[in-house]
C-alpha cells in the first residue's frame, strides 16, 4: 500500500506564473488535507477536502490560492500568479473516512516551491 | 494563535542520553499526536494519544499526556544522533483526524 504521494518534490516557478501541486492520496483515503510550512515554522492547515468537495477551506488565503479533489485522480492545489512569499513546502495528507477519536492522518513528503 | 506549543525550541544532547520536548495546547481534545521532521522530509507519524490515556509507549518514546493541564510530553530514551529531527505535537480539530493545528516544534540535535 503506497504512501500519500505527492508531486512534483520540488517546484521552481518566477514570479507572475502558475504552480500546480499534485496529491494522491493513500489508497482506501477519501479525505485530503494541504498544509503549509513556511521556513522553521511549523505546519499550517490550509485546506481540507473529500472527494468533489471542499470541506474547510479557512486556512487558504482568499485570492491566487485554490484546491480541488476531484472523482478521479488527484488532489491539486493551485496557486495563480506565485510571488515570494508563496516559497514553502507544501505537505498533503489523507485519512480515511470515518474521523474516529483515533483517526490518524498520513502525510506525503511534500512539494517545495520556490519562487524566484 | 497556535494550538500547540512546544518548549524547548531547540534542544541539543549528547547520543545516549534522553530528550524531553513539552507541548502546550488550549482546548479540548480528542487526542494528541506527535510527529517528527527530518530536515528537509516529509513528516512521521510517531504516536497518538488518546485523551482517556495518561501514557503511552512505543519503543524508545514515552508520551504522556495531562488532560488538566492541557499538556503532552515526549521522552525519548537513549538517543541516537539519528533521532536528529524537528519533532511537532498536533491536535485534531472537530474530531477531523486531518485537520491538524501543529505547534512550532522542538528542533533536537543528537550529537555523537
Known amino acids: 500500500n503506497a504512501g500519500v504521494m505527492q508531486n512534483p518534490r520540488h517546484l521552481v516557478r518566477r514570479r507572475g506564473q502558475e504552480a500546480r501541486l499534485r496529491c494522491s492520496p493513500m489508497?482506501?483515503?477519501?479525505?485530503v488535507y494541504w498544509y503549509r510550512q513556511l521556513p522553521e515554522e511549523g505546519l499550517k492547515f490550509m485546506v481540507y477536502?473529500?472527494?468533489?468537495?471542499?470541506?474547510?477551506e479557512s486556512g487558504m488565503p482568499k485570492e491566487r490560492f485554490s484546491a480541488e479533489f476531484p472523482k478521479e485522480g488527484p488532489s491539486i492545489l493551485r496557486i495563480q500568479q506565485v510571488v515570494r512569499g508563496d516559497s514553502a513546502a507544501y505537505f498533503c495528507?489523507?485519512?480515511?473516512?470515518?474521523?474516529?477519536?483515533?483517526?490518524?492522518?498520513?502525510f506525503g513528503q511534500g512539494t517545495r516551491l520556490t519562487v524566484v | 494563535s497556535q494550538q500547540g506549543e512546544e518548549d524547548p525550541q531547540a534542544l541539543s544532547i549528547q547520543e545516549g542520553e534522553n530528550a524531553t520536548m513539552n507541548c502546550s495546547y488550549k482546548?479540548?481534545?480528542?487526542?494528541l499526536q506527535w510527529y517528527r521532521q527530518n530536515s528537509g522530509r516529509g513528516l512521521v507519524h510517531l504516536i497518538l494519544?488518546?485523551?482517556?490515556?495518561r501514557e503511552k509507549h512505543s519503543g524508545r518514546l514515552r508520551v504522556t499526556l495531562d488532560t488538566s493541564k492541557k499538556s503532552s510530553s515526549l521522552l525519548i530514551t537513549a538517543s541516537r544522533a539519528a533521532d536528529t529531527a524537528s519533532y511537532f505535537c498536533?491536535?485534531?480539530?472537530?474530531?477531523?483526524?486531518?485537520?491538524?493545528?501543529f505547534g512550532q516544534g522542538t528542533e533536537l540535535s543528537v550529537k555523537p
Open positions: 495528507a489523507s485519512s480515511p473516512a470515518t474521523g474516529g477519536v483515533s483517526t490518524e492522518a498520513f
Open positions: 489508497k482506501g483515503h477519501s479525505h
Open positions: 477536502l473529500q472527494k468533489e468537495n471542499i470541506i474547510d
Open positions: 482546548t479540548s481534545i480528542n487526542n
Open positions: 494519544i488518546r485523551s482517556n490515556e
Open positions: 498536533a491536535t485534531p480539530l472537530y474530531n477531523q483526524g486531518g485537520k491538524l493545528i
